[in-house]
């Protein structure tokens, strides 16, 4: 066997070698030489891969698939801020910059031909659903290079102009020639901000507009109207031409509302200011622009019928402490038939108070019939009011009873003389639907004869006129109906007369015997003829003398006609009122006055005038008491002082008297 060959520790070690003798002999050398050579082999792979990317990079080169120098930058995407603006009220255009809303836009562009595009959209809205145009102009930059506005067509900037610090980019503003960043349909303005194409290097763009509301729509001397107004801008950006990014802003412009402003639309009712009328038709309702009605409320009376024809209409206004219109909503109840706007209908609906009734300034209701009969209660309310209630009348189509009362106790050629009332089976009267007619019991006293008679809203009767033909009494009773033949109710009869007499003298009387101080009085004057028979109503000229009656105390007049007047005017009276207090069938004429506030006798004197005969021309006198209580118990409390003053004058005399006798008696 061949003798095993001696080979070098350090051959073994390089070679990879591990036995047990190699590492007991050169462990030492091993553990100083480890770490050298670890690094050395770490070296060895860095420059090996170095080698092949530079390999890879000389064969992409020479196989001309890549270029050597960098690659494209593109235009960043644009960083937008926005800032509301507060517009005030100001007409002027761009008034106040302090304002404004703020749009500032920032972006880096690097190549000629980068660029931002900034356009307005014209569609803009205010909250309360009208437009107005805004105009934005430039007031800041910070930018390598220049900025660069263009135009639309119309423009008086051409598109190389130079756009500089705070140049507002609208000419002509007054002139509107110039439509440029205003905001009117089409013709929207559209701005490029651009590099400069003489300068090449790269750096950030900013620009900042602002916007402020184009007063152009505006009256002069009138304000914006008060809300916000939202605008959207559209940003674009541009890689060398390219389009690269778009962005849409929103900026608003918020007008604030001045305090006598912002109480002009309060929405709570003042009961004071607003108003309810009620109409037989819409033109009876009154001025819409008015607080209240320009005419009285309508008497409706209708046929209970269902039906969807309008027979009644409600206007209602609400208004608030400052005569603004209020905007609450609106409650109507109705105890009979149906009430609403026409869409909704019912016994109690609600109904908002919308925007175009706060333009119209009221909201129009309107009445059916349902079928229900009576005199239906109509109630109004918002949240905060509740206004009077209106009444409408349904009746029965069926008549069931016809009433008939005096009127004028005496007629002359023509008067009225009596007046009606029609009701249904419930009682309820046709009210403004009543249609009856008068017949005379004897046609040579009083001819009438199947003649209609008239509804008086005021009185809610039927007053009948009726022509006299010689004197005598005549009884008059009511039908439904023009003919006998056609009715089927008659009224109850009343008794007539007709006096075709002259006048010959006049009556005085107060209506009371006594008064106390102050107290209201009415003097009663009746015409007779010369049997002394109560004359009809007329009109009297010169009933008095010149100067009229004369009162021996002073008076003061509660009415219309005075004490000194000359013409009186008789008439008989259904209803009181201030001016005639006194209900009465006879014609008389009324004059009230209050009595004076001593107590005594009050007298007036006078004398009939030319509207009698001379037989009646004679002196007139009344006179009534004034009892002054007060007076006469100050009289009695003074006469009561005098008595007691002279009693005790008596006891101190019978005093002394007897202190006398007793010093005589003890002398």
């Not at 031909?113 to 145009?133: C, F, H, I, K, R």
């Not at 506005?149 to 140049?167: D, F, L």
């Not at 509740?386 to 189509?397: G, I, L, M, S």
């Not at 101190?652 to 007793?662: C, E, F, G, H, W």
């Amino acid at each position: 066997m061949t003798p095993e060959k001696q080979v070098s520790p350090v051959i073994r070690i390089s070679q990879g070698e591990r036995d047990a003798s190699a590492r007991a002999t050169h462990l030492e050398a091993a553990t100083r030489k480890f770490l050298v050579t670890t690094n050395e082999r770490k070296q060895m792979s860095t420059k090996t891969n170095f080698k092949r990317i530079a390999l890879v990079a000389v064969a992409s080169l020479g196989l001309g698939l890549l270029s050597s120098a960098p690659s494209q930058a593109t235009t960043a995407a644009p960083t937008i801020t926005s800032v509301n603006g507060t517009g005030g009220v100001s007409t002027k255009v761009m008034a106040d910059s302090l304002t404004a809303a703020t749009l500032t836009i920032s972006t880096f562009m690097d190549t000629s031909g980068d660029s931002l595009t900034v356009q307005v959209l014209p569609a803009n809205t205010l909250a309360e659903g009208t437009t107005t145009d805004a105009l934005m102009h430039l007031t800041d930059t910070g930018f390598v290079g220049t900025v660069v506005g263009t135009a639309p067509v119309g423009s008086s900037h051409t598109t190389a102009s130079a756009i500089t610090r705070n140049q507002t980019l609208v000419s002509a503003i007054s002139a509107r020639s110039d439509t440029v960043g205003v905001v009117d349909g089409a013709s929207s303005g559209i701005y490029v901000i651009s590099r400069d194409t003489l300068i090449a290097a790269a750096g950030n763009v900013k620009a900042t507009f602002k916007f402020q509301l184009d007063s152009f729509y505006v009256s002069t001397g009138g304000d914006f109207t008060p809300g916000t107004y939202t605008y959207t801008v559209n940003v674009r950006s541009y890689n060398a031409g390219i389009a690269s990014t778009a962005i849409q802003q929103t900026v608003s412009i918020v007008v604030a509302r001045t305090t006598a402003a912002a109480a002009l639309i309060a929405t709570a009712v003042n009961g004071g200011l607003s108003s309810v009328s009620l109409g037989d038709t819409q033109a009876n309702l009154g001025d819409a622009t008015d607080t209240g009605p320009t005419t009285t409320d309508s008497s409706i009376a209708v046929a209970s019928t269902a039906s969807t024809t309008d027979v009644g209409f409600v206007r209602v206004r609400l208004r608030n402490t400052a005569g603004g219109n209020a905007q609450e909503s609106v409650t109507a109840t109705i105890s009979a038939g149906r009430i609403g706007d026409g869409t909704t209908m019912g016994r109690s609906i609600v109904l908002a108070y919308t925007n175009a009734d706060v333009t119209a300034t009221y909201k129009d209701l309107t009445v059916e019939a349902d079928g229900a009969s009576g005199v239906a209660s109509i109630v109004i309310s918002t949240p905060s009011y509740t206004f009077p209630a209106k009444t409408v009348t349904f009746y029965a189509d069926t008549t069931d009873k016809i009433t008939a009362a005096t009127y004028a106790s005496v007629i002359g050629a023509s008067g009225i003389g009596v007046h009606g009332s029609q009701f249904d089976a419930a009682g309820v009267s046709w009210g403004a639907g009543t249609a009856v007619y008068a017949y005379s019991s004897d046609t040579t006293i009083i001819s009438t004869y199947g003649t209609a008679c008239t509804y008086n809203p005021t009185l809610k009767v039927a007053l009948c006129t009726l022509a006299g033909v010689k004197n005598g009494t005549a009884n008059i009773t009511l039908r439904d109906a023009s003919t006998v033949a056609l009715s089927t109710k008659v009224s109850n009869a009343v008794a007539v007369k007709v006096n075709l007499n002259q006048a010959a003298s006049v009556a005085l009387a107060f209506n009371k015997a006594t008064y106390v101080p102050g107290e209201k009085a009415t003097l009663q004057i009746t015409v007779k003829d010369a049997a002394g028979a109560t004359l009809p109503a007329a009109t009297y000229t010169n009933l008095f003398a010149t100067g009229g009656l004369v009162s021996s105390s002073s008076l003061t007049a509660v009415s219309s006609t005075v004490i000194g007047s000359v013409s009186v005017v008789t008439s008989s009276n259904v209803a009181a009122s201030t001016d005639t207090p006194i209900v009465t069938a006879d014609p008389i004429g009324q004059i009230t006055v209050f009595m004076p506030m001593a107590g005594g006798t009050v007298t007036l004197t006078g004398k009939g005038g030319t509207s009698l005969p001379t037989s009646g021309q004679v002196a007139l006198t009344v006179s009534a008491t004034v009892n002054d209580n007060a007076a006469a118990a100050l009289a009695a409390v003074t006469a009561l002082a005098t008595t007691v003053a002279s009693l005790k004058t008596l006891i101190t005399t019978l005093t002394n008297l007897v202190l006398k006798i007793q010093k005589k008696v003890k002398a």
